[in-house]
């Protein structure tokens, strides 16, 4: 089976960091895209960041960019989100996904397998 798992996720306070790890097994890990989305109690899920296989191509949410980076280790089959400067509004849990696919898309339908998430608390 395909698993994504998440770690890393915890209580922090504004202006902090956290490094959100997620470890992939039963998927061709070096060729696949990986993201990370979010969601809020009551909100739609949301992109945050994502890493194609393909180049290396990143594309990040508006609202992250400059302040959390996406990396990979395909040594490791690993994906992490490095967090910094986090914010109350970043408050959510957050989701590992991936897809064997080339893509650059913000969209959940895109990717086919997903983690169970963390939760990631920002206090002010």
């Known amino acids: 089976q395909v698993r994504l798992v998440e770690s890393g996720g915890g209580l922090v306070q504004a202006g902090g960091s956290l490094r959100l790890s997620c470890a992939v097994s039963?998927?061709?890990?070096?060729?696949?895209?990986m993201a990370w989305f979010r969601q809020a109690p009551g909100k739609e899920r949301t992109f945050v960041a994502s890493l194609s296989w393909n180049r290396d191509r990143t594309n990040y949410a508006d609202s992250v960019r400059g302040r959390f980076t996406i990396s990979r280790d395909n040594a490791r089959n690993t994906v992490a989100l490095q967090m910094d400067n986090l914010k109350p509004e970043d408050t959510a849990v957050y989701y590992c996904?991936?897809?064997?696919?080339?893509?650059?898309?913000?969209?959940?339908?895109?990717?086919?397998?997903w983690g169970q998430g963390t939760q990631v608390t920002v206090s002010s």
């Open positions: 996904a991936g897809t064997l696919q080339s893509t650059s898309s913000v969209r959940t339908s895109s990717y086919t397998y």
């Open positions: 039963g998927l061709g890990f070096s060729r696949s895209t």
